[in-house]
């Protein structure tokens, strides 16, 4: 049996309700323990594909690469970060949903981790800023409901391209950023994973109060890993009790879930459904989420 079946039947096998049963808060160790065990499955798992395919792919040289970076992990995915830093070869790798804007973001965004070379990341910049559309956002895909772990959504997408541009030449894209800023903050978001995204993008309390009301009993959001993930990592840069709280019982959500080869199991749109690119897009925002909450 391949990795990738014996992915589907432990993804089919685990039963997140029992495991949230189960679950207690994580003191550091505990933390340290669940991080390890992510690393070292995405670090057998984002060269893989490369290898077994012939080509480099978004959910795992993309975020599986970055959630590596994320957490001070390169050794092991160097041919991985000499491909995002050839810009000119993203043409062709990572649009097997057939779309570039989104493969750009993503490579990109891993790019930025890895603190390339100035010229690959001018260069990146540049390809994410002419991927702008005129209101401001960058329409990666999935226009019409929530986002996914691999495709992003309106929301996400652009927050992670503001992000390339303002960590490369903030001030040559002043322009670019304020017109995101702006839609970020006049579109009104739909999903917690948009909420999360301008919360992210633009800190505003009203964006955390709304995303800790959408916090279900179970500590997660949407019963969801992806939106769990990203909802920590949006509320885990404030001080506030409330937001502290919410951080916790979602942390706990994560660590209660992660599966026994070190991922997690995969959030699909609609939910349920079986994706070995959702599977390890998943994965990698839930290392970055808590990563984020180790530093």
């Not at 891993?110 to 603190?115: G, N, P, V």
């Not at 960590?167 to 006049?186: F, H, K, T």
Request: hydrophobic share 40%; glycine share 8%.
């Amino acid at each position: 049996m391949n990795q990738r079946n014996a992915f589907l039947r432990l993804y089919r096998l685990s039963s997140i309700a029992t495991a949230i049963a189960a679950a207690a808060w994580a003191q550091p160790a505990r933390l340290d323990t669940a991080i390890a065990r992510a690393v070292e499955y995405l670090e057998d798992e984002v060269p893989r594909w490369k290898a077994e395919n012939g080509c480099y792919s978004c959910h795992n040289d993309g975020d599986g690469a970055r959630a590596l970076l994320a957490a001070g992990r390169r050794a092991k995915i160097g041919d991985t970060i000499a491909f995002l830093s050839q810009t000119g070869e993203w043409q062709g790798h990572g649009q097997e949903r057939g779309s570039a804007v989104l493969s750009t973001v993503q490579f990109a965004s891993a790019l930025i981790a890895s603190r390339p070379e100035p010229a690959a990341a001018t260069d990146a910049a540049m390809r994410v800023a002419a991927a702008q559309s005129k209101d401001g956002h960058w329409r990666v895909e999935e226009e019409q409901g929530p986002g996914s772990p691999a495709t992003y959504g309106p929301f996400l997408g652009t927050y992670l391209a503001r992000e390339v541009l303002r960590r490369v030449a903030p001030d040559e894209y002043r322009g670019a950023i304020a017109r995101a800023n702006r839609w970020l903050a006049e579109t009104p978001p739909k999903y917690p994973v948009d909420d999360a995204a301008v919360a992210l993008a633009l800190g505003r309390e009203e964006d955390a109060a709304r995303l800790i009301a959408r916090q279900a009993a179970s500590g997660s959001w949407n019963g969801e890993v992806f939106d769990t993930a990203l909802s920590v990592l949006a509320l885990a840069r404030r001080g506030d009790a409330e937001s502290r709280q919410a951080v916790r019982r979602g942390a706990e959500f994560l660590l209660a879930t992660q599966l026994e080869p070190g991922g997690w199991p995969g959030t699909t749109r609609p939910a349920g459904g079986q994706s070995y690119a959702q599977h390890i897009s998943t994965s990698a925002w839930a290392l970055v989420a808590l990563t984020a909450l180790r530093s």
